[in-house]
Nanobody, 115 residues
Framework: QVQLVESGGGLVQPGGSLRLSCTASITFFSGYVMGWYRQAPGNQRELVAVVTSSGNTNYGDAVKGRFTISRDNAKNTVYLQMNSLKSEDTAVYYC?????????WGQGTQVTVSS
């Protein structure tokens, strides 16, 4: 059974930083495309960032230049470093693992950016 466990969310002031982690109980983690998505109240879930098995990355337009996704295959973990946070980054952040048409989601972690 695949499990994705996110951590690192919380309350941060505008301009601050947070690092999210997602640890996956997956065999062959290195073969998965790993991603972060977010959903704010009243909005659809949107792409934040993805990293492929070969290390290529892609970012949503709203976070380009501020967020960085990375992975540590030895630890079955994907990270999201979030800098220069804005109030509009407030959302529940979800980890996703995708491989061969199979997609798995974590339970989400709340990020709130507020003074």
């Amino acid at each position: 059974q695949v499990q994705l466990v996110e951590s690192g969310g919380g309350l941060v002031q505008p301009g601050g930083s947070l690092r999210l982690s997602c640890t996956a109980s997956i065999t062959f983690f290195s073969g998965y495309v790993m991603g972060w998505y977010r959903q704010a109240p009243g909005n659809q879930r949107e792409l934040v960032a993805v990293v492929t098995s070969s290390g290529n990355t892609n970012y949503g337009d709203a976070v380009k230049g501020r967020f960085t996704i990375s992975r540590d295959n030895a630890k079955n973990t994907v990270y999201l470093q979030m800098n220069s946070l804005k109030s509009e980054d407030t959302a529940v952040y979800y980890c996703n693992a995708w491989y061969n048409a199979r997609s798995y989601w974590g339970q989400g972690t709340q990020v709130t950016v507020s003074s």
